[in-house]
């Protein structure tokens, strides 16, 4: 039988989720089928039993969920734990198991596909929120020089500081948290770009001297021109949005599923060029 998956969201009819995990299952020959799910914002729980009930194997997660996914499990990867949210689950002999791999996949997008190295490099986080926290540990580990943590609440920023020094992998990485006024006289070789800002196209009260001399400007949106890309554009950065993550971490959840690992090179080509 065709082994099911799906994505679950609100909203979730804009996803490309099914697309790309579509695309995926042809290339590597796999049996499955993977859809869209609307959930009522009180009805998560209540989607997932019913899915695990009718066979399914094993769902992706989105906005407003992920925090409600990881309390949900049974048991949980060490990279969910590290962000205490969930964007994959799997339904095995375990019960649900909450995994999380939207760090894999900005990491994955920026050493691979863009073909930037993190380590010792001065790396900005803009935003502490969930997507922040998603991606922290991965980039941590990816040893750059120093990472420092912007948002217009320094008690969030601080919060994930403070976890993250729990853990014994900053030993070369200087951590920091600060607020957006903080930032003038700084300069970074990464700007990563985790707030939902974008949606708005508000701007972020970031000075034009945040970007150093072949800096990469990296948000997490994609699909628009936020005012965050244009800023940095101007001002001579390296500018890219999300896409590669999107596609990244889905390989990752594919894996995980899986246990092939698809070729995402033209896949990213594939979706670009809609």
């Not at 989607?47 to 499990?73: C, D, H, M, S, W």
């Not at 750059?144 to 070369?172: C, G, Q, Y």
Request: glycine share 8%; hydrophobic share 45%.
């Amino acid at each position: 039988m065709t082994d099911q998956y799906a994505v679950i969201g609100n909203p979730i009819a804009h996803s490309k989720s099914p697309m790309i995990h579509e695309a995926f299952a042809r290339q590597t020959g796999q049996d499955m089928r993977y859809e869209r799910i609307l959930a009522s914002l009180d009805g998560f729980e209540a989607t997932i039993r019913e899915l695990i009930k009718q066979g399914y194997k094993g769902v992706n997660v989105t906005v407003p969920f992920k925090f409600e996914a990881f309390v949900l499990a049974d048991a949980r990867t060490a990279r969910a734990m590290d962000a205490g949210a969930a964007n994959t689950l799997i339904f095995n002999e375990q019960g649900i198991v909450a995994d999380n791999t939207d760090g894999a996949g900005i990491v994955r997008d920026i050493e691979k596909n863009l073909q930037l190295p993190l380590a010792g490099k001065r790396v900005l986080l803009l935003g502490a929120g969930g997507a922040a926290e998603g991606v922290l540990h991965p980039i941590l580990a990816c040893k750059p020089s120093l990472l420092t943590i912007v948002n217009r609440s320094m008690d969030k920023a601080l919060a994930m500081v403070k976890k993250a020094e729990a853990t014994k992998a900053l030993s070369v990485t200087t951590l920091s948290g600060c607020e957006f006024n903080d930032l003038p006289g700084q300069e970074f070789d990464v700007v990563i770009n985790a707030t939902s800002a974008g949606l708005t196209d508000t701007a972020l009260p970031i000075p034009n001297t945040i970007f150093a001399k072949g800096c990469l400007a990296y948000d997490m949106m994609y699909g628009r021109e936020t005012p965050f890309m244009q800023q940095a554009r101007t001002n001579g950065a390296i500018v890219a949005d999300g896409l590669g993550m999107l596609i990244e971490q889905a390989a990752e959840a594919f894996y995980v599923w899986r246990g092939v690992r698809p070729e995402t090179k033209p896949v990213i080509e594939m979706v670009s060029a809609l």
